[in-house]
């Protein structure tokens, strides 16, 4: 028998098959399977390089964000362990994700990551309350920290508006501008009312886009402990006479009847006030009178 008689007449059983087959029938389709992945070379290399791509751009912005977590909660007072904790369960549940995986101990049941920026104190255990005030604690009595500005100053520049901020500034730099509460008319003041309080010329001298939300303005100003509506009055008299001169002015006067009453008052910064004004608007020089 010759050599190519016996190639045709040896059946072989190829692996996942489930008759023999002749052994040049098995050269064919090994031939053919290696062409195949020749084949299929270029699209593996792209499923490759993209996967590294996705995996890289993640680990990327994963290191930042937690970064940016780890600095916060700890200048916070946060104790590490929960923060470990916390991010170790984000990080895991956004692995398990990415594997296609599902679920996994750091998402809710309706299947959204819980993150690690979600903490709040509403949500956080007693006993964990009590290791960020020790912590708080501790730092005081550390003479090596240093603190260029509190705390809060962050969530209160997101919390107003650029209108407010020049309030601020001119505050800073004016100083206490007059106001002035129209009350009606009684004997005594027994029975008076206050029919508008607050009238100033702040939202003019200001430059605000938004003069007429002047009272909105100073209330959430006042809410933030940036400003007080105090009860004594400018060191110059003669600045009330503009607020008087205004038509707004008259109206009121108008609407509280006969013998109606003009009480002078101030609005001015607190000393929290212009502690933030100094170490986040840019300001000149700061008023210096009364």
């Avoid at 679920?103 to 903490?119: F, L, M, N, P, R």
Wanted: aromatic letters at 6%; proline letters at 5%; one cysteine or more.
């Amino acid at each position: 028998m010759t050599d190519s008689a016996k190639e045709h007449s040896t059946e072989i059983v190829i692996p996942g098959s489930s008759s023999p087959v002749s052994f040049g029938d098995a050269q064919a389709r090994i031939k053919n399977s290696g062409m195949d992945v020749v084949r299929a070379t270029p699209g593996l290399a792209r499923v490759a390089i993209t996967s590294f791509t996705n995996i890289a751009t993640w680990g990327f912005r994963k290191t930042t964000e937690t970064s940016s977590v780890v600095v916060r909660r700890t200048l916070d007072g946060d104790a590490p362990q929960a923060i470990v904790a916390d991010i170790s369960q984000d990080v895991f549940a956004e692995i398990r994700s990415i594997l296609g995986l599902g679920g996994g101990g750091g998402s809710s049941g309706s299947g959204h990551v819980v993150s690690a920026q979600s903490y709040s104190v509403r949500d956080t255990p007693e006993h964990d309350l009590k290791a960020r005030g020790a912590a708080l604690l501790r730092r005081s009595a550390d003479v090596n920290v240093s603190e260029d500005g509190h705390p809060a100053y962050s969530r209160i520049l997101s919390e107003i508006a650029p209108d407010e901020a020049r309030i601020l500034r001119f505050l800073y730099l004016d100083g206490p501008q007059p106001s002035i509460d129209i009350r009606t008319g009684r004997p005594l003041g027994i029975g008076s009312e206050l029919v508008e309080g607050g009238l100033n010329m702040i939202g003019e001298h200001a430059g605000l886009t938004y003069p007429d939300r002047i009272h909105p303005y100073l209330t959430n100003l006042n809410r933030l402990g940036m400003v007080e509506f105090s009860k004594e009055t400018v060191s110059n008299p003669t600045r009330y006479q503009l607020v008087e001169a205004q038509p707004r002015m008259a109206e009121v006067t108008k609407r509280a009847g006969f013998a109606a009453k003009a009480i002078q008052r101030s609005i001015q910064l607190t000393t929290f006030g212009e502690d933030f004004v100094a170490a986040c608007l840019p300001v000149g020089e700061k008023y210096s009178g009364r």
